[in-house]
């Protein structure tokens, strides 16, 4: 990470070269969500003035908890005592969102997170039925973040108040602005301001928007290109409205992933492959070199009814 302010964005070159939004969303099960107001380093954990304890508490949870992440949060104009903790489930089936209002950071040890993880009845009061909308603001791991994030940060603010939280790096910087809506998992990145409006509406209603979706985060890259193809044809917008059912490899950087559409009683094939393009952009805006870029394309679609 370097503080000279590069004379490119990252955003803007991927933007130009067209490269494919769908399909790069990270993959994570679980996300452990705290409240950390003071400033953000590229590394956010390490870098934190948070004890050694601490720390090391949170590293045991990340590294007990399979397919899981911390991200740090933060809320401008923020006057409430005390610290937000959450933990987001964002499986595909049952996604639950978990919120605790803690003293101080020494509260988190008091927290069971393999029981909080696995559903323990003893914290079904600590589930929060109001959806949560991270934004990544980190400036220090990206200038994109910043630049990108932060307006459409507070445009979010105007629409969901306090449910809107700044975050730490969600990955893909090059795709800011880039948004996290919990408890489903869905990640979004490339909108505009006046964009924002629409999309969180239809998230509240239970429904993706595909111009801007990244892909939902309990799926790895191939289903989350399968399921924008297939979501793209048959025009299936509700979040639920498909399932995953299967990810077969066929051969090196080609899938095929099988969805079922419980509306239609219906299971399709979604055959996708992985190609490296001719496009060659920055990762990011610290970025010394270019990389090629890669992208997914469809190469067949197939369905069967469900067996009575």
Known sequence: ??????????????????????????????????????PWGAKVLPESDLPDSIKLALNGYLSATPKSNLLFIKQQFRHIEGITFYVALTRETDPQLYEFHLESYDDLLALDI?????????????????????????????????????????????????RVWQCSHLGGHRFAPTALFLPDGVNYGRFQADDIGQIMSDYEQGIIQLDYLRGRVCYDSAAQAADYFLRAEIEVGEIDGLKLVNTQVMEKDSWLVQFESPAEKTTYSVHVQKLMTEIETFTSCAATEKVPMWKYRLIALSSVPNSA
Not at 11 to 37: I, K, M, P, R
Not at 141 to 158: E, I
């Open 1 to 38: 990470m370097t503080d000279t302010i590069p004379d490119f964005l990252c955003s803007t070159l991927s933007l130009d070269s067209h490269e494919q939004l769908f399909g790069s969303a990270s993959t994570n099960d679980v996300w452990f969500l705290l409240e950390y107001s003071r």
């Open 114 to 162: 393999p029981a909080i993880v696995s559903g323990d009845a003893a914290y079904d009061d600590h589930i929060t039925n109001e959806p949560l909308f991270l934004i990544c603001t980190n400036a220090r791991r990206d200038q994109c973040c910043a630049r990108l994030g932060l307006p459409a940060y507070k445009t979010m603010v105007n629409k969901a108040g306090s």
